[in-house]
């Protein structure tokens, strides 16, 4: 059982917007940055969002990130079917004697 | 261009070792920490461990503390992964990350991943 919550899926049409919500906890999202990691199909995560809100160099800026309190977003505006994937959102936490990074359980994006 | 290349992976049997390699290349390996996440079949990525750019600090996931060994060569610009004692639960595919951070003292986050490769635990 994942640290973080994440819907399973989510899915709109073509153009669409999407939002992805991640819930935690005080020992991570709520003091720690959010990364946020996109799956295609067959191929390894890659990194989307990091420090909550940044984009690294490449990715669209329909690809935005936000958090408040112990929850972040991703939100995906114009949707295009190439957007099909896992997507995870990840931070650091410290509840524990030792530090360790968490992942939420990850939501299915679906274009209709 | 960041490179990622993980080897090593394969078939071993409940309770056998196995050790991973990844090698590095397009950026300056021995300022980066680097860290192994893992994914088992139809799950979510789990992080493994991180070990710190200069292999002085290192982190465990409590699940593999006292089984699993991180390491790196900063002269052959490779990372590397020894696995003990391994478990049915180990199986997965492992990725070897890069850590943002130049020089970071703690882990930051993984900005490129290998392709990773799979480590089936089985009798």
């Known amino acids: 059982q994942s640290v973080l919550t994440q819907p399973p899926s989510v899915s709109a049409a073509p153009g669409q917007k999407v939002t992805i919500s991640c819930s935690g906890s005080s020992s991570n999202i709520g003091n720690n940055y959010v990364s946020w990691y996109q799956q295609l199909p067959g191929t390894a995560p890659k990194l989307l969002i990091y420090?909550?809100?940044k984009r690294p160099s490449g990715i669209p800026d329909r690809f935005s990130g936000s958090k408040s309190g112990t929850s972040a977003t991703l939100g995906i505006t114009g949707l295009q079917t190439g957007d099909e994937a896992d997507y995870y959102c990840g931070a650091w936490d410290s509840s524990l004697s030792a530090l360790s990074y968490v992942f939420g359980n990850g939501t299915k994006v679906t274009v209709l | 261009q960041v490179h990622l290349v993980e080897s090593g992976g394969g078939v071993v049997q409940p309770g056998g070792s196995l050790r991973l390699s990844c090698a590095a290349s397009?950026?300056?390996?021995?300022?980066?920490?680097m860290h192994w996440v893992r994914q088992a079949p139809g799950k979510g990525p789990q992080w493994v461990t991180f070990i710190r750019f200069d292999g002085n600090n290192k982190f465990y996931a409590d699940s593999v503390k006292g089984r699993f060994t991180i390491s790196r060569d900063n002269s052959k610009n490779t990372l590397y992964l020894q696995m003990n004692s391994l478990r049915a639960e180990d199986t997965a595919v492992y990725y070897c990350?890069?850590?943002?951070?130049?020089?970071?003292?703690?882990?930051?986050?993984?900005?490129?991943w290998g392709q990773g490769a799979l480590v089936t635990v089985s009798s």
């Open positions: 397009g950026f300056t390996f021995s300022s980066f920490g």
């Open positions: 990350t890069k850590d943002r951070a130049v020089q970071g003292a703690i882990p930051y986050y993984f900005d490129y």
């Open positions: 420090e909550n809100n």
